[in-house]
């Protein structure tokens, strides 16, 4: 059986391949979608204008495009670019009104190396695997998708994660093999099992982690110049604590999830020396009664995530916005109470103290969480600029607020 053979296709016949590697798209998609899409080249990987220059005043008859039929359909494998801008030239699909193109002369029927599918995805490999045109990520699915390879690290993280997709400067040859490779991972606290991504953190803490060596790939303080293979090294110390502190954690299947318009989790770990259950505002989720109060409580858990998932990139000071919040709340309480602040506070405080274990209770303590000072402490943190930016107090503050709250507006069972 004749593997290759050129034939002369209409262009109008000829079908633009929806899992081209550069920009694969919903298998349902017609023509006029993928030109939109190569049009809009949001990824920039298409540069259709480019191309149109390089071809010159001509068709070169000396680039034949990759054909598969599938049935009758002539789908193009390789060479969709060229086919785009043929199509365009004759009308075939419409282009937004000013878009310029300089397209050269096109014919209408076009010479293709016509192929099976095996053969095809063999040529479509070797033209443009090695040679810059995919990213390391398109090579990685076009691999396992076609090429029957295992999935690499990189690529089941992505799968599981969407962190690549959502962070498209990761997407580098030296992160792969560098950085999010399996035994970096491994050392991470992160580990690949039966195709998957597990994990000995918490989701939250594994996304801490995880963003904040795309944070520091991104302001390059990791790089082929800059800390080549210190990766833990150039983390944030909470976080090299963090990971220090859970690596005898059992290991679980973990769902971290990235997304462009999600705000990233908590970084939970403060300092190893205190377990991370209590280094979250408020000691975790509170479960109050419907109102004010609950409704304030959410706001400022929000504004703490919208911290932790930032930090590099806000102000030191950022934090006395989180601890101003804390003496709002605590007013809040007292008024729907019936009660003055002071004596809000100070009447429940015993009784919510006892609620804490004792890690708690000493974390209390090293930050001078106590009855006698904690109206002081809110009324300092509303005033001083200084104070309001110790977080650490801030959170210890907050754990015996949340205490407070869970006694005078928690939900009933």
Not at 76 to 99: A, Q, S
Not at 112 to 136: F, I, M, T, Y
């Amino acid at each position: 059986m004749e593997q290759q053979k050129v034939l002369y296709i209409p262009i109008n016949e000829l079908v633009l391949w929806t899992e081209n590697p550069r920009d694969p798209v919903d298998p349902k998609a017609n023509d006029q979608d993928i030109v939109d899409r190569a049009l809009a080249d949001r990824s920039m990987k298409w540069t259709l204008p480019k191309l149109a220059r390089e071809m010159g005043d001509r068709f070169d008859y000396s680039e034949l495009p990759t054909v598969v039929y599938h049935g009758k359909k002539p789908v193009v494998y390789d060479g969709n670019r060229r086919i785009i801008l043929g199509k365009i030239k004759h009308g075939l699909v419409t282009i937004p009104t000013g878009t310029t193109l300089q397209i050269p002369d096109f014919p209408e029927n076009i010479p293709c190396n016509v192929c099976s599918k095996k053969v095809a995805l063999e040529n479509v490999l070797r033209k443009h695997s090695d040679s810059g045109s995919w990213q390391p990520l398109e090579r990685d699915i076009f691999l396992h998708k076609f090429m029957g390879k295992e999935k690499s690290s990189f690529l089941i993280l992505e799968e599981d994660t969407g962190i690549v997709g959502a962070n498209p400067h990761l997407n580098q040859r030296f992160v792969k093999e560098e950085i999010f490779r399996e035994d970096i991972l491994k050392s991470l606290g992160f580990s690949i099992k039966n195709g998957r991504l597990n994990s000995v953190h918490t989701d939250e803490e594994g996304r801490s982690i995880l963003s904040d060596i795309s944070e520091k790939i991104k302001a390059k303080k990791i790089s082929t110049r800059e800390n080549r293979g210190k990766v833990i090294e150039v983390l944030e110390p909470e976080l090299q604590q963090l990971i220090d502190a859970n690596k005898t954690n059992k290991i679980h299947l973990s769902k971290i999830k990235f997304d462009e318009n999600q705000e990233k989790p908590k970084e939970l770990r403060q300092s190893r020396r205190v377990n991370r259950q209590i280094t979250e505002l408020f000691g975790g989720k509170l479960y109050l009664k419907i109102g004010d109060v609950s409704d304030l409580y959410r706001d400022i858990s929000d504004l703490y995530q919208f911290y932790l998932g930032r930090k590099v990139e806000l102000s030191h000071s950022f934090p006395g916005l989180i601890r101003m919040s804390l003496r709002l709340l605590c007013e809040t309480a007292a008024k729907s109470s019936s009660k003055k602040l002071d004596d809000y506070l100070k009447d429940n405080f015993e009784s919510a103290k006892t609620s804490l274990d004792q890690d708690v209770k000493t974390l209390l303590a090293n930050h001078n969480v106590k009855k006698e000072s904690i109206v002081q402490l809110l009324h300092t943190g509303a005033h001083n600029y200084q104070s309001t930016a110790n977080i650490e107090q801030t959170i210890a503050l907050s754990i015996i607020i949340g205490a407070i709250l869970t006694i005078t507006h928690g939900k009933q069972e």
